[in-house]
């Protein structure tokens, strides 16, 4: 796809991660699976429905257990935002293989597992994240990894 593509899609990731409901301004991410220049589905971290989100809370339980960030992933209420818009591509019967995921951040390893088996083929990220095991995953798995630069910063 071409870089003018990319980069409307990284942007719409980005507008994406502010409806996030995570309680760190720093962790709001946002995904977008894209086919064909076509937007299948969308995805941001927050707690599954009817769960209470960190917001709700009034705190962040990784903060609260002194978890440091790109390890026990599961120690949070929130489920990541690739993992949301994977599953929403599943409950609404959307084909996503041969898709590229875009996302305001690198994949973590559960994730990167989730995007291989539903057959994702490129991943266009924004900023890093500290998880070399998801980089190995993704690039075994087939997965093409990109990291997104806006023109400007080049």
């Given at each position: 796809?071409?870089?003018?593509?990319?980069?409307?899609?990284?942007?719409?990731?980005?507008?994406?991660?502010?409806?996030?409901?995570?309680?760190?301004?720093?962790?709001?991410?946002?995904?977008?699976?894209?086919?064909?220049?076509?937007?299948?589905?969308?995805?941001?971290?927050?707690?599954?429905?009817?769960?209470?989100?960190?917001?709700?809370?009034?705190?962040?339980?990784?903060?609260?257990?002194?978890?440091?960030?790109?390890?026990?992933?599961?120690?949070?209420?929130a489920t990541h935002?690739?993992?949301?818009?994977?599953?929403?591509?599943?409950?609404?019967?959307?084909?996503?293989?041969?898709?590229?995921?875009?996302?305001?951040?690198?994949?973590?390893?559960?994730?990167?597992?989730?995007?291989?088996?539903?057959?994702?083929?490129?991943?266009?990220?924004?900023?890093?994240?500290?998880?070399?095991?998801?980089?190995?995953?993704?690039?075994?798995?087939?997965?093409?990894?990109?990291?997104?630069?806006?023109?400007?910063?080049?």
């Open positions: 796809m071409s870089e003018k593509w990319d980069a409307r899609f990284v942007e719409v990731a980005r507008v994406i991660s502010t409806w996030a409901s995570c309680y760190q301004p720093e962790r709001k991410i946002g995904a977008v699976i894209v086919k064909n220049k076509r937007i299948m589905t969308t995805g941001y971290n927050g707690a599954p429905a009817g769960i209470r989100t960190c917001v709700e809370r009034g705190e962040c339980l990784r903060r609260k257990l002194g978890i440091p960030s790109g390890t026990r992933q599961e120690m949070c209420y935002a690739e993992q949301n818009a994977i599953i929403q591509a599943a409950r609404l019967g959307i084909s996503i293989e041969g898709a590229t995921l875009y996302c305001t951040h690198q994949p973590c390893a559960v994730c990167a597992k989730m995007i291989v088996n539903a057959g994702i083929v490129r991943v266009v990220y924004e900023h890093g994240y500290p998880d070399e095991f998801a980089v190995e995953l993704l690039r075994e798995g087939g997965v093409q990894l990109e990291k997104w630069e806006a023109e400007e910063a080049r």
